[in-house]
């Protein structure tokens, strides 16, 4: 590999953040930009999952995570329109001797601060308020346009890995499968306390709501994923009195926690059901870019985390050979972000379902049981990234 040319990445999210990390543990040299002025609150509350969990561990970062998120004792689902309660997962000790890392809850800005520092101290630079615009193959690397405030200006790496989002301009550019509205809606907000220790799903038919608290303060993540429209803007704020009118007939519990929530805001969720084209010569994509997915089991960021992983150990394994290497590591990602993207597709089906359909499902994960229960999540937090 060329000494003096780095990897560029383009967009500092958690894919992108944690790339840069992974590469520079290896001894590979890397360099973010970032279209945002500033890492700043987007989102609110990330799940981590053992198998993102169990990464970012063996990055050092563990104990910073765990210092500003926590780790809940259990995920309950619990029926939306009578309040009473269906299955229970216990994690805390339970999780980490069986998928051999800690599930975490933190705040999206605080893991994203905390990426960028472990970046920085690694040596490496963010381009904040800078963006990515174009970019070209060179015999030996690429060479992207930039634009900024102040200058627009030219860069060239040995490689380009898009990190950019669901909306990746470098995705489309390689003519990356359309992306589809998927129909529903996410609602999200916190509430400055009252969480219990637990991750909360209520189901319900045309709808559900996830609660879980982000930090030991007890601050409560809310997203509520209704039926809606296309919208252009992500985080738009959205209408309480529309939002409360779709749960009116769900438990008195829900309708507190949505009456008390403030400042909803709307993201449209979008999905893709076609593998997209990955990647060409020295250029890949990683996270939200090559495989956009449902948050309905909250695997988004644990795949970008995945990706990072795999991606920064084949680059490791042939220096030398950075598009086969960027090959290798579209053939090992696909097959898991297709049964991941299925799968939360098929979580967000059984989630709403009405009816006798509804009761079907409460009996059936009533008589599974807790063990046979928690043996369901063996494939999706068990998996072992590079
Ligand atoms: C409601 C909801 C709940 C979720 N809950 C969870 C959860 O509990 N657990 C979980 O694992 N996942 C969850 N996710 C998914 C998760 O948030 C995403 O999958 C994850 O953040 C994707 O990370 P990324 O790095 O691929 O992209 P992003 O985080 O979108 O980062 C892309 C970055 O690229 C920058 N960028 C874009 N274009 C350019 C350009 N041209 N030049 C330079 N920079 C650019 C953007 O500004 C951005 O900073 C949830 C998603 C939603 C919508």
Redesign the pocket.
Known sequence: MHAARPIII?????????LAIALARRGILSIV????PK?EE????????PN?SRILDRLGLGPEIDDAGIQPDSIRLMDGRNGQPIARLGLGFATETRWGAPYR?IH?AKL?SILARAVVDAGLSIRLG????HFVETPDGVAVH?KSRIANESMVGSALVG????????RSHLGGGPLAFSGQI?W?ATLPHGARRETAVWLGPGAHL?SYPLDRSGQLNL?A?TKGTPREGWAEPGDPSELLGMFADWAEPVQTILRAAPGWTT?P?YDSSSPPEWGEGHITL?????H??L?HL????????E?AAVLAARLAETPDDIAGSFRAYEAERTPRAMAIQAAARRNGEIFRLGGIAAKARNTALRLMGEERFRARFDWVYGYRAA
């Open positions: 383009a967009g500092a999210g958690i894919g992108g953040l944690t930009i970032e279209r945002a890492l987007i989102g609110a509350g990330l799940q981590l999952s993102a809850l999206r994203q800078t963006e990515l615009t930039l990190a950019d989002g669901v909306r990746s301009i470098i996410a999200r996830v997203v994923v993201w969720l990683l996270g939200d870019a090559a956009p997915v948050p909250a695997q988004g960021a644990a795949l970008a985390i990706d």
